[in-house]
């Protein structure tokens, strides 16, 4: 079956605390990219990749980090997490390196940093 | 700045009536235009879309409309039904930019 997986799909955490979610394809899709929604202003792009090793920041990067050193596997990195990254936080990937193709969602993971 | 609005936060319709989702867009440079569709505890799953060079598309009850001199969009599901009821949100690209709006929330009443 087709998915985007993230794990953990629930975690609460304190301010400051490192913390990874990670993100799988199995579809060989070259784009990847991670979202965050937030009541009344939609999805916001944090990050993208285009390819392996190629990653490029989206409209809010700030306090995140990511990597692609596989084609599978995307991650997202809180390296210093504050209570204003509470958020919902979504991986996609489409089988084009651009837009103009419909993204696959993985369900979500819903970060709470106390 | 939200270049792309849907300024509907939430929309009822009855079941077999027509609902219709707006979305409006300030970016001139936007190319393609997608609609999404989420039920809770899941992600968005893609509904249909549309390229600026058409005014209409349509896949089985859901149609959308471009408007590219008012820089609008609609979706519309007919006959509407319960399992329609989630979230729609509207998404507008040009080249490595996608925005999205900020969802508007249908219930289809039985």
């Known amino acids: 079956e087709a998915q985007v997986t993230q794990n953990p799909r629930y975690l609460i955490t304190v301010t400051g605390k490192k913390l990874t979610v990670t993100c799988s394809q199995n579809?060989?899709?070259?784009?990847m990219s991670w979202y965050r929604q937030d009541p009344g202003l939609g999805l916001r792009q944090i990050y993208y990749s285009m390819n392996v090793e190629v990653t490029d920041k989206g409209d809010v990067p700030e306090g995140y980090k990511v990597s692609r050193k596989e084609k599978r596997n995307f991650p997202l990195i809180l390296e210093s997490p504050s209570p204003n990254q509470t958020s919902l936080y979504f991986c996609?990937?489409?089988?084009?390196?651009?837009?103009?193709?419909?993204?696959?969602f993985g369900d979500g993971t819903r970060l709470s940093i106390l | 700045d939200q270049q792309v609005k849907q300024n509907s936060p939430s929309l009822s319709v009855q079941e077999g009536r027509i609902s219709i989702l707006n979305c409006d867009y300030t970016?001139?440079?936007?190319?393609?235009f997608l609609w999404y569709k989420k039920y809770p505890a899941e992600g968005p799953t893609f509904l249909i879309s549309?390229?600026?060079?058409?005014d209409k598309n349509e896949d089985g009850r859901f149609t959308v409309f471009l408007n590219k001199s008012a820089k609008h969009l609609s979706l519309h599901i007919v006959p509407s039904q319960p399992g329609d009821s989630a979230v729609y949100f509207c998404?507008?690209?040009?080249?490595?930019?996608?925005?999205f709006g900020a969802g508007t929330r249908l219930t289809v009443k039985p």
């Open positions: 549309i390229s600026s060079i058409k």
């Open positions: 996609a990937s489409s089988n084009a390196p651009g837009f103009n193709q419909p993204q696959h």
């Open positions: 579809m060989n899709h070259e784009y």
């Open positions: 970016n001139s440079m936007f190319d393609y």
């Open positions: 998404a507008a690209s040009a080249d490595n930019d996608m925005r």
